[in-house]
């Protein structure tokens, strides 16, 4: 999957645009994906995420950052095995970009805010 363009409350992911929150696995979109806090994001928001075991999880926390990830749930993550990047989406984007060619990476982008 290779996202090619992002910009605040959209993002093509190839060649299809999506105008909600995504959950990028490395074979399908889930466009359907938010969280139960809203702008926190919880262990259990990633319930279906740790079912396909990536290596990597990219997390998006918005174009200006202000979705925010608690500790407990990065560490509930690296427990899991599991490297995990935490930046505002523009940078999330680019970092699934280039680690997904190599690696079994999911990324959960948050697209406004």
Not at 42 to 53: G, P, R, T
Request: charged letters at 25%.
């Amino acid at each position: 999957m290779i996202i090619e363009h992002y910009s605040f409350g959209k993002i093509l992911i190839q060649g299809k645009q999506y105008t909600s929150d995504v959950i990028i696995y490395p074979d399908r979109v889930d466009a359907s994906w938010w969280r139960e806090k809203g702008h926190e994001l919880s262990i259990d928001d990633l319930k279906d995420v740790f079912n396909v075991k990536p290596e990597i999880i990219v997390i998006g926390t918005g174009y200006l950052g202000l979705m925010k990830v608690p500790q407990k749930t990065i560490g509930y993550i690296e427990t899991k095995g599991i490297k995990v990047y935490i930046e505002r989406t523009s940078r999330a984007v680019d970092i699934f970009n280039r680690l997904q060619k190599n690696l079994k990476v999911v990324a959960t982008l948050h697209l406004t805010c």
